[in-house]
Structure formats: structure tokens, C-alpha cells
């Protein structure tokens, strides 16, 4: 099969198009005929060498780890799948990742891609959705009237981020550049703090929750919106814990574990059209195409989801 892998650690020019052996199902797994992947940042971290001591792989390494597709083999312990149908999930992290035209996935992290969605939104959810959901749910308890704020919200972990929040009955403020104002309040976000025009710390007070995705002086700043008991998830780096502690803030650098329930469960919103996929740049499963879409999620400034299609 047709694979897009990296040799050795290093810049985009490491990425490769390559023929590897076909994936065959061990008894929990399937196989997908993959139709789509999506873009993440710990695709070009990982490619960088960054996660090396964390992940310690084996070459070639294919990367990617957003899966949409079609069920060709079943494993013979799988139960709820079967050949045909239309999934998607976020495999466990090893050195067979999406940039190819199979992969295998164990059964239990699948869920059913509704009727109404394309191949490519779907490939759009797993990774980015699952890490706003974890970090919204699991660790920062949102319910119902808190108030939640979310950075960058028109990257793809917050364009979910502020979709779940809602829904969930939060007050949603988010920040964004202004070309991204219009998108955030779309998604239904109360309130869109325009980072080159104002500074949102100053603008907030008394928040229940942040998710920081940008780090650095950033979520330093975002302590200062949190209300005594507050909650702080970032999906970058780990919040200082001294000053956590002076106001008794829960915070913590969220890795996301892959949940075929939790996955179907978005599922379910989606077919209900509660939850949206913002698609901002599509590119072909070659060498110069991969590279070209790591470069743009290297700038931090891609708009919604960035889809590799097959």
C-alpha cells in the first residue's frame, strides 16, 4: 500500500512516499480502507523528534493518527463492526499511523460515521474533538452555567471545544484573531475577545474553566481570569503549579487518551446537527502535500481542521 513515512527525525523534507506492507486485522482489530486522515500538531512534533524519549518508534514511522474509512477485514473476536460499514477513530498512537491507504484499529476505539457526514469532516473529529472533550468533561467538569474559556478557538481543538461547551449550557468566551470573529460567535460563542484588540484578561474575571492551547506567557495570563477553585486544562504544556496552588486552581497538561465511546457519543451529535466540522484546507495524500499541510499547522494559524484526502 501507498504510505507517506519519515526515515530519520528532521524538517518536512524527511517526509517520503513509500510502499509498505498492507496491515492485516489481529482478533480485536479491524482494517480500514482509509478516505481520509486529518492534520494534528503532534504529527510534525513527533516527525521533529520532539516526542522520541516519550515514543520511542521503530523506522519507517507513518504517521497520523485521525482514521475515516471503510471496514475491509474484521478481526475474529470483533463484535459491532463488520465489513462495509463507515467509521472513524483515533487509533492508539504507534508507528503505523493514517498517512497510508490501510490501517488497522483496534475495535473498541471505533465509532460509526453518521449518515449525514462526509468521509472528510469525519477525519476531521477523533483527535481534536476527543481532546476538547476530555479536557471539557473528564478533567474541567463543565456543567451547565459555568463559565468556560477557551484560547484559539478557531483551531481544531477549539472550534469543537466551544461547539461541546455550549451544548453542555456553558457561557463560552473564546479568543481569536479578527478575520475569526465571525466564525467563533457562528460555532456560539457568547463572547469573542479580538487578541489584537484587546487583551482578554482584562477583559474577563471569575471564569470556572480555561483551556489553553497556546502556552507560554499566554496561560500565565489566563490564571489571572480564574476564579478561586477554578480548573485550567492546557493541551501544550504543564501550568505552574505554585501558582495553581496560592488560589487552589486545578491545572494540568492534558494528553488525550483515544475513547471509541466518547467518540460515538460526538457521533450522536452530529447526525443531529448539533456539532459541525469546520474544514479549513484540504490536501492530497502525497509527499509534497503532507508537507505543505504540516507547514501550515506549523504556523499555528490554520483555520479549523486540516484534511488530507485519499
Known amino acids: 500500500m501507498k504510505a507517506i513515512v519519515i526515515e530519520q527525525y528532521g524538517g518536512s523534507e524527511q517526509l517520503k512516499e513509500m510502499n509498505i506492507q498492507?496491515?492485516?486485522?489481529?482478533?480485536?482489530?479491524?482494517?480500514?480502507?482509509?478516505?481520509?486522515?486529518?492534520?494534528?500538531?503532534?504529527?510534525?512534533?513527533?516527525?521533529?523528534?520532539?516526542?522520541?524519549?516519550?515514543?520511542?518508534?521503530?523506522?519507517?514511522?507513518?504517521?497520523?493518527?485521525?482514521?475515516s474509512g471503510i471496514i475491509e477485514e474484521v478481526g475474529e473476536n470483533v463484535e459491532g463492526f463488520k465489513a462495509g460499514d463507515r467509521v472513524f477513530a483515533r487509533p492508539e498512537t504507534t508507528n503505523r499511523g493514517t498517512y497510508a491507504e490501510y490501517t488497522a484499529v483496534d475495535s473498541h476505539l471505533l465509532a460509526k460515521i453518521p449518515d449525514n457526514i462526509s468521509f472528510e469532516e469525519a477525519a476531521c473529529v477523533p483527535l481534536a474533538g476527543l481532546t476538547a472533550w476530555q479536557c471539557l468533561f473528564d478533567f474541567g467538569e463543565v456543567?451547565?452555567?459555568?463559565?468556560?474559556?477557551?484560547?484559539?478557538?478557531?483551531?481544531?481543538?477549539?472550534?469543537?471545544?466551544?461547539?461541546?461547551?455550549?451544548?453542555?449550557?456553558?457561557?463560552?468566551?473564546?479568543?481569536?484573531?479578527?478575520?475569526?470573529?465571525?466564525?467563533?460567535?457562528?460555532?456560539?460563542?457568547?463572547q469573542v475577545i479580538d487578541y489584537k484588540k484587546q487583551d482578554f484578561e482584562t477583559a474577563l474575571a471569575d471564569f470556572d474553566f480555561v483551556l489553553d492551547s497556546l502556552g507560554g506567557e499566554n496561560q500565565e495570563k489566563s490564571f489571572t481570569v480564574l476564579r478561586e477553585g477554578g480548573r485550567m486544562a492546557s493541551i501544550v504544556?504543564?501550568?505552574?503549579q505554585e501558582?495553581?496552588?496560592?488560589?487552589?486552581?486545578?491545572?494540568?497538561?492534558?494528553?488525550?487518551?483515544?475513547?471509541?465511546?466518547?467518540?460515538?457519543?460526538?457521533?450522536?451529535?452530529?447526525?443531529?446537527?448539533?456539532?459541525?466540522?469546520?474544514?479549513?484546507?484540504?490536501?492530497?495524500?502525497?509527499?509534497?502535500?503532507i508537507k505543505e499541510a504540516h507547514a501550515l499547522s506549523e504556523t499555528h494559524h490554520a483555520k479549523g481542521k486540516i484534511v488530507i484526502e485519499m
Open 143 to 190: 456543567k451547565a452555567g459555568d463559565k468556560v474559556l477557551i484560547h484559539a478557538g478557531a483551531g481544531g481543538v477549539g472550534t469543537f471545544a466551544i461547539q461541546l461547551a455550549k451544548h453542555a449550557g456553558a457561557y463560552v468566551a473564546a479568543t481569536a484573531s479578527t478575520h475569526n470573529v465571525e466564525l467563533l460567535q457562528s460555532l456560539g460563542a457568547d
Open 22 to 67: 498492507k496491515p492485516s486485522a489481529r482478533k480485536n482489530e479491524v482494517i480500514v480502507k482509509l478516505h481520509a486522515t486529518s492534520i494534528n500538531p503532534i504529527d510534525w512534533k513527533l516527525r521533529e523528534g520532539y516526542l522520541q524519549t516519550m515514543m520511542p518508534f521503530e523506522f519507517p514511522i507513518i504517521l497520523g493518527w485521525d482514521a
Open 237 to 240: 504544556s504543564e501550568p505552574d
Open 243 to 289: 501558582k495553581a496552588a496560592l488560589r487552589n486552581i486545578k491545572a494540568k497538561n492534558i494528553w488525550l487518551v483515544p475513547n471509541g465511546e466518547q467518540l460515538a457519543k460526538m457521533a450522536d451529535l452530529l447526525a443531529q446537527g448539533k456539532l459541525k466540522v469546520i474544514i479549513g484546507h484540504r490536501f492530497p495524500l502525497t509527499a509534497e502535500g
